[in-house]
């Protein structure tokens, strides 16, 4: 079966940096997305990957190794606006998007 | 303004009745996609359309239907609700179905199913 597995919750303070990762199986690979939710709002686009290696922009880099199944989302200079929930979802052999069930990220004065 | 629109934005539906959930985009977006999301469980596809006249099922289609006459519109309908569809209903659209495949997603309807 597709399985997507990240973190239920985790806890950062503010200023500090945060990794979010992201293991995967799926039928195919055509890409990882990375999306932010906040509470009670729709996902927001943050960031994809196809190749190996990282992907930075701003504050956020994704990285991506396929051989291993693995992503990790970075968060650098937390910010309390940061707090959400955030998305790992992959692109299968057919091109439909699986997703992970979120990883909460509270973020602490 | 560029974007997905959904309506209702929250709707309280006694057990049995039918319901539809509508869904707008002004993009021009080719696929579109109808997604439900429950508390502790990923986003779950229901339904999706690669372009206007075809239609797929996702991981959880039953009890939903869907239309896509045109290009803009990808209405959600539940011909006779159940409490296990108690959840939030997101739409989605996106350029292509391959590649980068940016979804955008809409407000979403929370749908209470008593």
């Known amino acids: 079966g597709q399985n997507i597995d990240q973190p239920t919750e985790m806890t950062a303070t503010e200023g500090a940096i945060v990794q979010i990762n992201c293991t995967y199986q799926t039928s195919g690979f055509n890409g990882l997305f990375w999306y932010q939710q906040h509470a009670g709002e729709a996902p927001t686009f943050l960031s994809y990957n196809v190749l190996d290696g990282l992907e930075e922009k701003g504050r956020f880099s994704s990285f991506l190794s396929r051989s291993k199944g693995y992503s990790y989302l970075l968060l650098k200079e937390l910010q309390m606006k940061d707090s959400a929930s955030y998305l790992c979802?992959?692109?299968?052999?057919?091109?439909?998007?699986?997703w992970g069930a979120g990883t909460k990220l509270i973020i602490k004065p | 303004i560029a974007g997905i629109t959904q309506a209702p934005t929250s709707q309280i539906l006694a057990a049995g009745r039918r319901m539809t959930l509508r869904c707008t985009q002004d993009m021009r977006h080719n696929a579109m996609y109808w997604y439900r999301q429950d508390l502790g469980l990923g986003l779950r596809l229901i339904h999706y359309s690669n372009t206007a006249g075809t239609t797929g099922k996702g991981e959880v289609p039953d009890g939903y239907s869907v239309s896509r006459a045109n290009t803009d519109d990808f209405p959600l309908t539940l011909a006779s609700a159940v409490p296990s569809q108690t959840s939030v209903y997101f739409c989605?659209?996106?350029?292509?179905?391959?590649?980068?495949?940016?979804?955008?997603f809409g407000p979403g309807t929370r749908l209470t199913v008593l």
């Open positions: 979802a992959v692109t299968d052999s057919n091109y439909q998007l699986i």
């Open positions: 989605a659209s996106s350029d292509s179905l391959a590649g980068v495949n940016e979804q955008f």
